[in-house]
């Protein structure tokens, strides 16, 4: 039966999805609604509609209807770069010596290098049929940056973004793919805001941080005429356009009678892991199958591991709504971790509602350990995996290893979520030895957990 | 029909081509021997197996079997990567409005970047067959020595890369690729051979050149036990692997029933186009269909399209093999051109000889175009192409244009041979306004054919 399973499973063209999946519908305890941070009543569709577009909006609340469509024209641009692979690591169960079955679904291949086209370009969509000019987002590492730039050039359509200054300064080359595709790109502080300039004046030397980046964002998109604000991860709406990896490997799976026993993803915001398991988990949830799961984060920055589930800001400059999450606490500082992806001080409300439920497990990996296991990945795969993905390749192996001990012929399936080719510093670093792991103190945590808002 | 095509075709796994086609099997008139640099004579395989693996030298030698078996092992390989997408450019051709149907064969989604890897992969087999300890090779833009550095690390091989030292220094990012893969990388000139400490003694602040790496390469294979050296292109061999583009293309195309009329490549040493251009170059050959083929070259470096037909060498340490080709004579030092896999001063023999029997033609174009084009191609069809490769998308978009005005529905099919990732440093130029066009004046031609060898 193995034998016959090809190396990559493509579906055809006939076979991809034509509606995301709302896995929410399938929650008999539903995530918490979002707060107005004024004041701190959930928000309307009202509140929501000055910073996002109104159909995302409507999608951010919809809580019942299990499927969504998804629009022809979307589906025409997923066409451009999806069905992405299902692969079978041959040659990495070879290497290891495991009798576990292992897969990966494979998001890297199209040129924003990750998974965050599936939501970038359902953003620019809904965007360009409300009649908006355009958009503003922030970028950390900048692979958001880069797919809100190919969907907005494709829908023509302003991209305004603000990248952290440290990344527009280290990453230039993340800079000029946006650059190309037409986007604008500031470093974050700027003096295109006010909140940039204050941040200036007060820290003249700073080299920002996402927060501030997400604040500049959100002022620019709110004080222009036309213009709404866009995020790559963390909210519902975003694990429901990302639902698409997911299905996309249930019909893959399905047409070849596999059926993982883990499914396994790395998770920053939520993003990756949300849209792979929402399919497989509203199976779970209906009480028709049941499935491991598990979400692997950094040491470095470990929100569920070690987070508490509470109210929280979405962004440090506690402009957008409060969501319920594991969270570190808006002012949680990660150390300077390679993995950009996944710094994240929060998580999506629907991802920490269900690991909250058991439904769900979370590990941390220490980023050296995840560093070796991207090389080893690479060199018998083929592929060079993101830092970020590369959470999910550690835990994979990890689990791959203990069936080799106990030998169990598990199935198991993670997410790979992008290629490395702009993270070669980060590699360089472990290349040359220069690599260091970095754990919080629970006295940092603790500290960083006082900035939690009050909200009963 | 044409809306039944998808937007991309992918060959199922037992469709994939098993044999590699051996274009010189169908030329009456075959191309010229490589001569011994030393006796001027014929290359026996004696001469050649000191340099190169003995199957490889078999292959470079053999001009009269059709086909090829492709080795297990390779084939396995290849399910890692292959097949390669053949692309509808449905984007492209609504954004041109034209009536042409475009395809392209995409090599890019490997983590070399390119169709590099379809030979390193053959060549590492073979050296390891061979029962060889490893194998040595230069690299200028890097792509070749990252597929040879992925080929090695796969079969367990050494490999050491001779960096052109001014891409050591400007592209430390595919540097750490090829160590990732745990390749051996030396910026070129180094002290570690002779050639290489005689040239850093008369020019101690050189920045390397192709021709000095080569020379170092291959000194350090011939004078290691257990060693061979290997090229990635402009070798008969190369192209007999490379062919597997274009069978794969050509699979794809009959399948739904398409025939191109004009097939496009860009050219360097040629593998890429050769291997394209392979098996249709082979109905024409027998008289069983005809079809238009399209070298497309930098007008900085015009082998085909301002060079001569002639005797030359290889490289400029002249320790190769000369080959008769097209050329500029191996004194020709191009301009500073970021199409840094286009800069070489031939062709491959078997393109030279078909050039030559007025089987195929051949375009030059300037630098500036090549990038506008790659913008518009990356804003449509969403794949970010490498300079060497939007050298095809240039004259593709050409043809397709001239379709427009004749009203023709032509079938155009490019190949796209890889990403630019690495190139950002040229985007960025071009984005910032800051790139120039060159092209040699005829007297700097005249000068460097004057480096070609007196053989008759």
């Known amino acids: 039966m193995s034998e016959k399973i090809p190396y990559k499973i493509y579906l055809e063209e006939h076979e991809m999805p034509k509606q995301w999946y709302n896995v929410r519908a399938d929650m008999s305890k539903k995530p918490a609604p979002l707060l107005n941070p004024a004041t701190l009543k959930p928000c309307t569709a009202e509140d929501l509609g000055h910073v996002f577009c109104d159909e995302l909006v ?30 079978r690591a041959y040659c990495l169960e070879k290497k290891l010596d495991t009798p576990a079955k292992i897969y990966y679904k494979f998001e890297g291949n199209n040129t924003s290098g990750s998974h965050k086209l599936n939501s970038a370009i359902a953003q620019a969509y809904y965007a360009k049929q409300q009649g908006l000019k355009g958009v503003t987002t922030e970028t950390g590492a900048g692979q958001w940056g880069t797919a809100l730039s190919m969907a907005c050039s494709y829908f023509d359509l302003d991209c305004q973004v603000y990248m952290v200054k440290c990344s527009y300064e280290q990453k230039p080359f993340r800079r000029e793919v946006m650059r190309t595709y037409g986007a604008n790109v500031t470093p974050s502080p700027s003096d295109t805001t006010e909140v940039g300039r204050k941040i200036l004046a007060e820290f003249p030397d700073t080299n920002g941080s996402l927060g501030c980046a997400i604040s500049e964002a959100v002022e620019k998109a709110t004080s222009q005429d036309g213009y709404r604000y866009v995020l ?24 070849y009678g596999i059926t993982p026993d883990i499914i396994i993803g790395c998770a920053g915001g ?37 987070g508490v589930y509470a109210y929280d800001f979405c962004d440090t400059g506690k402009v957008c709504p409060l969501q319920k999450m594991y969270t570190l606490g808006s002012g949680f500082m990660p150390s300077a971790n390679h993995a950009g992806g996944l710094r994240y001080h929060g998580m999506s409300a629907i991802l920490s509602e269900l690991y909250d439920q058991g439904l769900m497990e979370a590990v941390s990996v220490e980023q050296t350990a995840v560093f070796e296991a991207a090389q080893q990945f690479a060199r018998v795969e083929g592929i ?35 290629t490395g080719y702009f993270d070669m510093y980060a590699y360089g670093a472990y290349n040359d030895g220069r690599m260091s792991d970095y754990i919080p103190t629970d006295e940092e945590l603790k500290k960083s957990f006082d900035t939690l808002p009050k909200t009963d």
Chains 1, 2 share one sequence.
């Open 58 to 87: 409507k999608q951010e609340l919809n809580e019942s209807d299990r499927y969504i469509d998804i629009p022809e024209e979307i589906q025409e641009f997923y066409k451009m770069y999806r069905p992405s692979p299902l692969v």
């Open 232 to 255: 790559g991860s963390v909210l519902s709406q975003v694990l429901l356009h990302q639902s698409v990896i997911g299905m996309e490997s249930k019909i893959a799976m399905d047409k």
């Open 384 to 418: 060079l995996p993101a830092p970020e993905s590369s959470h999910a390749i550690k835990c994979a192996i990890d689990e791959a290893m203990k069936c080799k001990e106990t030998g169990e012929e598990k199935t198991i399936l993670f997410g790979l979520t992008g």
């Open 270 to 306: 939520g993003s990756n892991l949300g849209g792979l398991i929402s399919p497989f988990m509203g199976e779970k949830l209906r009480g028709e199958k049941d499935y491991r799961f598990i979400a692997v984060e950094p040491a470095s920055c470990p929100s569920l591991t070690r």
